[in-house]
């Protein structure tokens, strides 16, 4: 636990665009679990559509000298290699609490299911601490971006979904919940 040990273990929920956003902050994590916190790690997408080094790789090559295991790999057989890559990290950091939501990436969108979806999870665990991607429309220079990006996209729906969540829904018996 990081606090006093008369205080109860911390709840952290951790949501992240694709699974390999998990190490920016899997120290942090560990640190917690090690201490007896819990942590539920979700990652918005199956992560397909983002950082198939090897896959962009073997296109780089000329045709007769590409791998055809890696170019003939399907994305259900990617995004499974994927998820057991996720699981493992955060098993070597302590979190066994693994969710895959698998919307869509590249382009993910903050669409009414994603933040549904956030909702319910945060009524499920009920986080004292929520660590998410940076919810601002700036580039890495301080410059406004143009382009899509699925790291904010999901911070715009986590935000909005722990907004929900803490608000009584009629006609829902739900006990709200606010993050710290």
Known sequence: MTQK?????????VVMAHPHDFTHCAGTCGIHTAGGDTVTAVSM?????????????????????QDASIVNQTGEAYAEVKEREFRDVCALFGV???RILAFPDKPFRKTAEAVEALRHITYDVRPHVL??????LHGRQGMVTAAHNDH???????????SLASAPDYGSRQRPHTIA
């Open 5 to 13: 040990s008369t205080e109860q273990p911390l709840r952290i929920l």
């Open 45 to 65: 997408t199956n992560g397909v559509g983002t950082h198939n080094e090897r896959l962009h790789d073997e296109l780089l090559k000329p045709e007769e000298d």
């Open 152 to 162: 904010d996209e999901t911070a715009f729906a986590m935000l909005e979904a722990q």
């Open 96 to 98: 066994s609490d693994v």
């Open 131 to 136: 660590i998410t991607q940076r919810p601002y």
